[in-house]
């Protein structure tokens, strides 16, 4: 069965360090979300792709965090320096397209910033 | 702004019970309605959608959805403890933006 591959699992990481995550959507899939989660709470979305190109990252802290999809396919989401704030789930999506299309998970990234 | 609502829970059912799960949304041009269980520590997968307004029935899940009072519900029959989990119910607003409520979290009791 086709599934969302995200690495790592877990990261632990101090703050002010770099961290990225990796995401390969569901294959054909053409936009690709990625969401923070924070405990008790639903998903957030930091920014969503179509194909290459951003089309919504409004909720994106830009100052330190940046996400790229270059190719369309892969993405990888960095946060650089990391604060004691960004603990959370980091998810990854995709979807076949934007309209009612639905929304596939991969397993997620737990980090932990020390 | 655009709001989905649930309970936060816990919910307690018996096991064998019938779990009522409820969510309200406050876009009225919402169109699709998802509804997803989240494990503990683990990442949302998707128990039911539905579009139309009426009941939907997969196995022992029940969507319902009354879109003039903005209500969307699930019904989970005949509950096991495998169905303790938190269950997040998504709207896709009038932008095809996914719009999660903060997810109600039920426990089965056996």
């Known amino acids: 069965e086709a599934e969302v591959a995200q690495s790592p699992r877990y990261k632990i990481t101090e703050k002010s360090q770099a961290v990225a995550f990796w995401c390969d959507p569901i294959?054909?899939?053409?936009?690709l979300y990625w969401y923070r989660q924070i405990l008790g709470q639903g998903p957030e979305l930091l920014v969503q792709f179509q194909d290459e190109s951003v089309v919504d990252d409004s909720q994106l802290p830009k100052d330190r965090f940046s996400a790229e999809r270059l190719k369309g396919v892969d993405s990888t989401l960095k946060i650089q320096p990391a604060e004691l704030g960004d603990s959370a789930m980091y998810l990854c999506?995709?979807?076949?397209?934007?309209?009612?299309?639905?929304?596939?998970f991969g397993a997620g990234t737990r980090l932990s910033v020390l | 702004q655009k709001e989905v609502e649930q309970n936060s829970g816990p919910l307690s059912v018996p096991e064998g019970a019938i779990a009522s799960l409820n969510c309200t949304y406050s876009?009225?041009?919402?169109?699709?309605f998802f509804w997803y269980r989240q494990y503990s520590g683990k990442s949302p997968e998707l128990i039911m959608f539905?579009?139309s307004n009426g009941d939907k029935e997969d196995g022992r899940f029940t969507a319902q959805l009354n879109k003039a009072s903005q209500y969307v519900s699930l019904l989970i029959r005949d509950s096991q403890p495998s169905d303790s989990a938190t269950y997040l119910c998504a709207v896709k607003d009038s932008n095809y933006q996914l719009i999660w409520g903060a997810g109600t979290k039920l426990i089965i009791k056996p």
């Open positions: 294959s054909g899939h053409a936009t």
């Open positions: 999506a995709s979807s076949l397209g934007r309209g009612e299309n639905i929304q596939y």
């Open positions: 539905i579009y």
């Open positions: 876009d009225r041009g919402s169109q699709s």
